[in-house]
């Protein structure tokens, strides 16, 4: 069942939804760089000792896939948030406002991982907190769409990479143990 039933392109939808974008993409570009800068010497240090599996692809992919995932994170918080604040309906709203703290939550994990695997190098920790981030990710997604399928859309690249991720974190915790 879709709840937003207004339309993009109306005005009265459309004021302020870019600042809000843009203030979100600011704000996890930010949190996600001080994460990576957090994890520096241990990529150059532990992590670079570490048996890896095979399709673990090259450190510098990670900089620029993060960079491009949190902008679409962004830009779907932005506008979940502006459907909170626009919507015309107390429903959607209320739901909205559900799907702002979905994604806090969500976001506490994906800031949680990094510290727990490059920082104090707890794999197996830090592989139950990125599988409870999929889950995460897939109830937002699930949650995002009711309101706005460009919003869930936008984060479907995230899961994928997360999932991926996971991969990686469960395949350096065999190979490594």
């Known amino acids: 069942m879709q709840i937003h039933t207004e339309p993009h392109n ?10 809000k974008i843009v203030l979100s993409v600011i704000v996890f570009l930010g949190l996600g760089t001080l994460s990576g800068f957090s994890t520096m010497s241990a990529i ?4 670079a000792d570490l048996t890896k599996p095979s399709f673990t692809p090259p450190n510098w992919i990670f900089g ?3 960079t491009i995932l ?12 502006q459907v909170a604040a626009k919507g015309r309906y107390p429903i959607m709203v209320k739901f909205a406002k559900r ?5 806090g939550v969500h ?7 990094t510290p727990l695997f490059f920082g104090l190098h707890r794999t197996g920790w830090a592989l139950l907190v990125i599988v409870l981030l999929i889950i995460m990710i897939a109830l937002l997604i699930r949650h995002f769409f ?4 460009l919003a869930a ?4 690249p995230y899961l994928l990479w997360v999932v991926f991720a996971t991969a990686l974190n469960i395949g350096i915790l065999v190979l490594n143990s």
Not at 44 to 47: F, P, R, S
Not at 107 to 113: C, D, I, T, V
Not at 146 to 149: A, I
């Open 10 to 19: 109306t005005s009265y939808f459309k004021t302020g939804l870019w600042w």
């Open 44 to 47: 150059e240090g532990w992590y």
């Open 64 to 66: 620029p896939a993060w």
């Open 70 to 81: 949190y902008v679409l994170m962004g830009g779907s918080f932005g506008i979940i948030w």
């Open 99 to 103: 799907g702002l703290l979905l994604f």
């Open 107 to 113: 976001f506490l994990l994906n800031l949680a991982w």
């Open 146 to 149: 009711r309101l706005d399928r």
């Open 153 to 156: 859309f936008l984060l479907i």
